[in-house]
């Protein structure tokens, strides 16, 4: 399988160099030169299989070149293998037409596991191949750090340096970070803002001395989402769920709690490779610029508001782009143009067939703080169940988006509800245990280096403790 990036001009690469690379060279993202289809036949084959197998099923075509499905199955067996429930991605009937598909039961208790267990292990395989060395550096206000640092402790030829902003981040969130302890790790805590360890990440990325790519030492890379194989991981658990529910025979919805547009674009993802998907409900909260765009056609980025669900307080959703590109007849040249357009008014409007081509598949909501919490005391008192903030926008869009009685609508949960322990409390009155297996993280011992925000420090900080690239 080959990639192509949505603004047409950087080189296409294989699986495994896409994998490496995460970003495309000429700054858009990867995506596969076609979409692998299956037959309703094929799909009604892979009814009953364990989550492994069919995983390995609906991703073999994607990594074709780069894994036998054989070193695919090795992966996927070791990833999944961390995950505290059988089913992996275990759903959950709520009412006569709600449910629930459970993605929070990996290391760090967020769906990011799903995606970044699989992928910390495809780093090792392919840099253990080349002979190289990665140097991933990151930001975080909490999940993606998390999941990330979990995914790749410990592993050959990878080092992480996870920068948070101190005092910034929830204990648990923190603990979930500095508590894991392994050579490779290395967290940094921050004077300053998120934002502020955000614009020290991009400028290493960019910086002569530290980066491969411009000349520099290490070749350093990224985790967040605009990574293909995270979102090929995700196009997984939509197979399942619709299969358990009587697909390809039966079409479902989903409701999805949406930040940077990459766990819905699974379920677009999944839709294209030919699973019957009556409707993907994008699920916001007040930061809103992906409802406004797909009710009005209007991409313009305001501020951030901070809410009861964090991750997704964003302003711009970068993977956005690959929808934009796939309903624009896959036209390179004139995404880029758009998206520069965008970069520099932090405003666009979508083309007609971008409005028209989303509007066949994604519909949209917009979920306040009182919404949320009424969705959280509602699912509590009637069926006995404790959402976590995200799950909560997701499962109110779903039961206000009309889908029709006999059509079952499947929420994706994406975070276990004691991670945001004290929004449920509010809501609920509950105040939800952390699982056994994380029972202990208030006793074990932390490990982090405490840094000033300047960009000297910490550049100093990670030549000193990453690896240089082969
Ligand atoms: C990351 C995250 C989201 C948003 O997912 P996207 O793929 O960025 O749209 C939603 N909920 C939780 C708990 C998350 O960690």
New binding site residues.
């Given amino acids: 399988m080959k990639y192509i990036s949505t603004r047409g001009s950087a080189p296409a690469l294989d699986f495994e160099g896409v994998t490496l690379a995460g970003l495309a060279s000429d700054g858009g993202l990867y995506v596969p030169e076609e979409w692998p289809q299956f037959s309703e036949h094929e799909i009604a084959a892979m009814a009953g299989l364990s989550y492994v197998e069919l995983a390995v099923k609906v991703m073999t075509p994607f990594v074709e070149g780069s894994l036998t499905a054989e070193e695919l199955r090795d992966l996927c067996t070791r990833a999944y293998g961390r995950f505290s429930h059988a089913a992996v991605t275990p759903l959950v009937q709520l009412d006569q037409q709600q449910w629930i598909l459970e993605l929070f039961h990996g290391p760090t208790l967020?769906?990011?596991d799903v995606a970044l267990q699989l992928l910390g292990r495809l780093f090792e395989h392919f840099l253990a191949k080349s002979e190289d060395h990665l140097t991933i550096v990151g930001a975080t206000s909490?999940?993606?750090g998390s999941a990330a640092i979990d995914a790749v402790a410990g592993r050959e030829r990878v080092d992480i340096f996870m920068l948070h902003p101190k005092g910034r981040v929830s204990d648990v969130q923190r603990r979930q970070m500095t508590t894991v302890r392994a050579p490779n790790v290395h967290n940094l805590a921050i004077e300053g803002s998120f934002d502020d360890a955000q614009a020290m990440v991009k400028r290493m990325f960019g910086d002569p001395e530290m980066a491969s790519s411009k000349g520099g030492k290490f070749r350093i890379s990224a985790v967040n989402?605009i990574n293909w194989a995270r979102l090929m991981a995700q196009v997984v658990y939509y197979f399942a769920a619709a299969l358990q529910l009587g697909a390809p025979r039966r079409k479902v919805a989903f409701s999805?709690?949406?930040?940077?547009?990459?766990?819905?674009?699974a379920g677009y993802v999944a839709a294209q490779m030919g699973l019957p998907i009556e409707r993907l409900i994008v699920a916001t909260n007040v930061n809103d610029i992906l409802h406004r765009a797909l009710t009005t056609g209007d991409y313009s980025a305001g501020s951030v508001t901070p809410t009861a669900?964090p991750?997704?307080d964003?302003q711009v959703?970068s993977?956005f782009e690959r929808l934009l590109f796939d309903l624009n007849g896959r036209d390179g040249t004139a995404l880029a143009e758009q998206m520069r357009g965008f970069e520099a008014n932090k405003a666009m409007q979508l083309t007609n067939s971008q409005r028209e081509g989303a509007a066949r598949l994604f519909s949209s909501a917009r979920v306040d703080q009182a919404a949320m919490s009424q969705a959280m005391s509602w699912a509590n008192a009637q069926c006995g169940y404790v959402l976590?903030p995200?799950?909560a926008i997701g499962f109110q869009a779903a039961r206000d988006a009309g889908i029709d009685a006999a059509t079952p609508v499947v929420t994706l949960a994406?975070?276990y509800p004691a991670?945001f322990r004290d929004a449920v409390e509010r809501a609920t009155g509950v105040r939800p245990p952390l699982p056994a297996r994380v029972g202990d993280l208030f006793e074990r011992t932390e490990a982090f280096e405490e840094l000033p925000g300047e960009y000297d420090a910490v550049a100093e900080y990670v030549s000193k403790f990453a690896t240089p690239s082969a």
Avoid: L, Y
């Fill in positions: 967020a769906f990011k909490g999940d993606t989402s999805v709690p949406t930040g940077n547009f990459g766990d819905v674009f669900a991750s997704m964003i959703s993977n976590d995200h799950t994406t975070a991670k």
